[in-house]
T-cell receptor, first 111, second 112 residues
């Protein structure tokens, strides 16, 4: 039982590049979400999913896309990276109204 | 929209002291509240989850309380140790049942 895994751990992009942050969980959680954490701003919800084929926007969705084709995977896509997207990204999952389990995070720098 | 506030932003105590971390929230319709720990450069670890039907939840030296009427939750740490040094965050549901709003955290330092 690996919990929530995220890849890569670190990434440096140039402005305008695209990339996908991977997130997977092996706990059969129906709920998955992406947060970004910035100094002084706390954790902010980007997108979330309540099951395969269902996604919705959080507080700061602009510049990010998600899809949920399987229960296990919830990738986050940056279509055209901007310096404002420099942050630490966390994926998290849970059963309904239960403990939220976080992945180790991806530290992204956009130059 | 739920707003979650944690004061103070930082706290430093000597080893062995009992301490209380505070969390305030604006939406009293909250159905649960979670406390997390974050070590520097790491992800978040769930500590305690209190359902709205509970008033307290305990795990080892940690005790969390929830008072919906006053919009407050507290995390009590007994006999603090240097290993307790970390940032502690609370989070409550916001809007739809699936969105969590986080406080900005209290950075705790326990001095040996």
């Amino acid at each position: 039982n690996a919990g929530v895994t995220q890849t890569p751990k670190f990434q440096v992009l140039k402005t305008g590049q695209s990339m996908t942050l991977q997130c997977a969980q092996d706990m059969n959680h129906e709920y998955m979400s992406w947060y970004r954490q910035d100094p002084g701003m706390g954790l902010r919800l980007i997108h979330y999913s309540v099951g395969a084929g269902i996604t919705d926007q959080g507080e700061v969705p602009n510049g990010y896309n998600v899809s949920r084709s399987t229960t296990e995977d919830f990738p986050l896509r940056l279509l055209s990276a901007a310096p404002s997207q420099t942050s630490v990204y966390f994926c998290a999952s849970s059963y309904v109204r239960r403990f939220l389990v976080f992945g180790p995070g991806t530290r992204l720098t956009v130059l | 929209k739920q707003e979650v506030t944690q004061i103070p932003a930082a706290l430093s105590v000597p080893e062995g002291e009992n301490l209380v971390l505070n969390c305030s929230f604006t939406d009293s319709a909250i159905y649960n509240l979670q406390w997390f720990r974050q070590d520097p450069g790491k992800g978040l670890t769930s500590l305690l989850l209190i359902q709205s039907s509970q008033r307290e939840q305990t795990s080892g030296r940690l005790n969390a309380s929830l008072d919906k009427s006053s919009g407050r939750s507290t995390l009590y740490i007994a006999a603090s140790q240097p290993g307790d040094s970390a940032t502690y965050l609370c989070a409550g549901p916001s809007g739809s049942a699936r969105q969590l709003t986080f406080g900005s955290g209290t950075q705790l330092t326990v001095l040996p």
